[in-house]
C-alpha cells in the first residue's frame, strides 16, 4: 500500500500493457486535477461517495458509478462525506506514476510527478 496525502493505493495486479489499482481517497479529500499522455484508465466506484470529474464533465460517484478516462483527459475525483474507494484499471504503453501530469494539487506537488 503507498500512502498519499489525500488516501493510499495499492496495486491488485498487472500484465502487458494494463495495471490494476485500489484507490482510496479519504473522505473530504482528493487527488491532484490531472492528465495522463501514455494511458487511459477506466474507473469503478465501489464504495464510499464523491464526484468525479473528467474533461470538464462532473459526475456524482457512488457504488457502481464507472467512468472512463480518455488518453490525454484532465480527470480528478473527490470524496464526499465518506471515503471513496475506487478499482482503477489503467491500459496503455506507459503504467507509471511517472506519466501523471498534475495541473492543480492541494497538496503543493503540481510540478512533480509521483
Do not use: N
Not at 464504495?47 to 459526475?59: N, T
Not at 484532465?74 to 495541473?103: F, K
Amino acid at each position: 500500500m503507498v500512502e498519499r496525502p489525500w488516501g493510499w493505493f495499492e496495486t491488485l495486479g498487472s500484465g502487458e500493457g494494463y495495471l490494476v489499482k485500489r484507490l482510496c481517497i479519504r473522505s473530504g479529500q482528493r487527488i491532484s486535477l490531472q492528465r495522463h499522455l501514455h494511458r487511459l484508465e477506466h474507473w469503478v466506484v465501489v464504495s464510499g461517495s464523491g464526484e468525479l470529474e473528467c474533461a470538464g464533465e462532473r459526475l456524482s460517484a457512488t457504488p457502481g458509478t464507472t467512468l472512463l478516462v480518455p488518453c490525454g483527459a484532465i480527470h480528478r475525483a473527490s470524496a464526499g462525506s465518506d471515503d471513496l474507494l475506487i478499482v482503477e484499471v489503467q491500459r496503455g504503453s506507459l503504467l507509471s506514476e511517472d506519466d501523471i501530469e498534475r495541473l492543480e494539487d492541494d497538496y503543493q506537488r503540481a510540478a512533480t510527478a509521483g
